[in-house]
């Protein structure tokens, strides 16, 4: 490795500042449902509450990209973790729907400009010799708050009130924007093109590697989120407690298997690392379409968890590269906005296919496991991958 390649404390600082920060918005998860039926009888305005957090991330990603090109990333983070902080404070006050709204509403677009200037933080850091290393350290990071963070949450709404976790969540990007100031060296994200992220994805190589996110997020949520829920009790007789930890072994097993991933990126490649753990990801979909028994469940689920995790770090890599004469926090914005799609229409849309044909919830693997496949296959076509990754 070479002396000047990026070391453990390289990486530590950034991803401290995306631990505290993603541990605050994982807290908002258990308290959602109960405030959207305290602050809205209607069932619309309360599904237009829950997800109004995914609607502002999606939309801010790629102009909290552009913001960390031209304004800087230090900068950037600090504008999310403001953000995050006014809309935490906001949320904490009982003052009704609307500003609820407007709090779920300022902590998504500054989660998205927050983590999207984080992200490029992390790959301006490693440089091309260690993409896949970077983007494991940021996934294990985002990875690790996310899991406790809503068990943290509704301790804290069952000790006080549902609004405890927004004052925490407050408190916490605060102390994030801390860290963040004493973090040197965060400059601008290199800007080498002054076109839109979206025309980026007129380039063969880079709408692949995009659209390889996106299957990857889609069959993460569309199984940990629609699938296995669904079909754990009806077909195996498992409580909601069964399937918290079902999808909490998955996790951890990803969560452990990560630095081998960035490790096989950087080495071996962003290309047949993506390929063959989308292979896996098939293959763990197929077997929780195939095989009705509670083995084929446990493995099936962790198998998932490990192959989608590492196809994100990989597809990154391979987008960043592709994109290598834009600026990097414009490749990153579209890199998030792609995966957010994703994660927005898995547990929705494979639920729903299968519904609407008429077929039982366990189909819906078959139907994601044809997206995984059929993206893999655009990606083969999409010939100038390899060269962008060479």
């Not at 401290?16 to 959207?36: E, H, S």
């Not at 093109?193 to 659209?211: D, I």
Request: hydrophobic fraction near 60%; proline fraction near 6%; charged fraction near 10%.
């Amino acid at each position: 490795m070479p002396s000047d390649a990026p070391s453990f404390k390289d990486f530590l600082p950034i991803s401290i500042a995306v631990f505290v920060a993603m541990l605050g918005l994982g807290m908002l998860v258990p308290v959602l449902p109960a405030l959207a039926a305290r602050s809205s009888s209607s069932a619309l305005a309360a599904g237009a509450l829950l997800s109004g957090f995914g609607v502002a991330r999606l939309i801010s990603n790629v102009p909290a990209g552009l913001l960390a090109d031209s304004a800087g990333i230090r900068a950037t983070m600090g504008v999310g973790l403001v953000l995050i902080a006014f809309g935490a404070f906001l949320g904490a006050r009982e003052a009704g729907y609307a500003p609820l709204v407007a709090s779920i509403l300022l902590q998504g677009a500054g989660g998205a400009v927050f983590v999207t200037a984080a992200l490029t933080a992390f790959v301006d850091r490693a440089g091309p010799a260690r993409r896949g290393t970077a983007m494991a350290w940021y996934q294990g990071a985002l990875l690790l708050a996310i899991s406790i963070g809503p068990c943290f949450g509704g301790l804290l709404a069952e000790r006080y009130d549902a609004r405890a976790p927004f004052v925490c969540q407050g408190v916490l990007a605060l102390l994030t924007l801390g860290i963040v100031l004493r973090v040197r060296g965060e400059g601008t994200a290199p800007k080498r093109q002054n076109g839109p992220s979206l025309g980026l994805l007129g380039r063969p190589a880079l709408f692949a590697a995009c659209f390889m996110g996106l299957a990857g997020f889609f069959a993460r949520t569309a199984a940990a989120w629609g699938l296995v829920p669904v079909v754990a009790p009806t077909l195996h007789g498992m409580t909601p407690s069964d399937v918290g930890l079902l999808i909490g072994v998955g996790t951890a097993a990803n969560f452990i298997a990560l630095p081998l991933v960035g490790r096989a990126t950087d080495r071996w490649g962003a290309r047949p690392t993506l390929l063959v753990t989308a292979a896996l990801t098939v293959a763990a979909l197929v077997l929780l379409a195939a095989v009705p028994q509670a083995w084929a469940l446990w493995l099936g689920t962790a198998l998932v968890m490990v192959g989608t995790g590492a196809m994100l770090p990989a597809a990154g890599s391979l987008a960043l590269a592709a994109g290598a004469d834009a600026g990097t926090g414009a490749v990153t914005g579209l890199v998030r906005a792609t995966g957010d799609l994703g994660m927005a229409l898995g547990p929705i849309a494979a639920t729903g296919l299968a519904a609407a044909a008429g077929l039982p919830a366990v189909d819906g693997f078959w139907i994601t496991a044809a997206l995984v496949a059929g993206a893999s296959g655009l990606f083969l076509a999409a010939g100038g991958a390899r060269r962008a990754a060479a």
